[in-house]
């Protein structure tokens, strides 16, 4: 069993930035893929970044790319969202996602296996 942790939520102006933690604890997820997904009021969850086993691999929604950057670090058992430039559009509660058995990272939701309680982020204009 894996339980996620989000942290570094908040409320921030418009070009601010936020950092956002998620720590793993239980099984392992150093051997697999992770994700950031987001779901703002009245919308559907929607895929934001993905990274590797490794960390070798990422990939981003095109909405937030050259603003979020994906890293983890393995032997902390933790993914991470850098965010960037932030809009009001990026308001939403975000969701860190774990795969334990697969490698390469995947922008659908339905394949991660174990998901955060999430974490709010308002970005005001």
């Known amino acids: 069993q894996v339980q996620l942790v989000e942290s570094g939520g908040g409320l921030v102006q418009a070009g601010g930035s936020l950092r956002l933690s998620c720590a793993a604890s239980g099984r392992t997820v150093s051997s697999g893929a992770m994700g950031w997904f987001r779901q703002a009021p009245g919308k559907e969850r929607e895929f934001v970044a993905a990274i590797s086993r490794s960390g070798s691999t990422t990939y981003y929604n095109d909405s937030v790319k050259g603003r979020f950057t994906i890293s983890r670090d393995n032997a902390k058992n933790s993914v991470y969202l850098q965010m960037n430039s932030l809009k009001p559009e990026d308001t939403a509660i975000y969701y860190c996602?774990?795969?334990?058995?697969?490698?390469?990272?995947?922008?659908?939701?339905?394949?991660?296996?174990?998901w955060g309680q999430g974490t709010q982020v308002t970005v005001s204009s």
């Open positions: 996602a774990a795969d334990p058995t697969r490698g390469v990272p995947t922008t659908l939701g339905s394949k991660y296996d174990y």
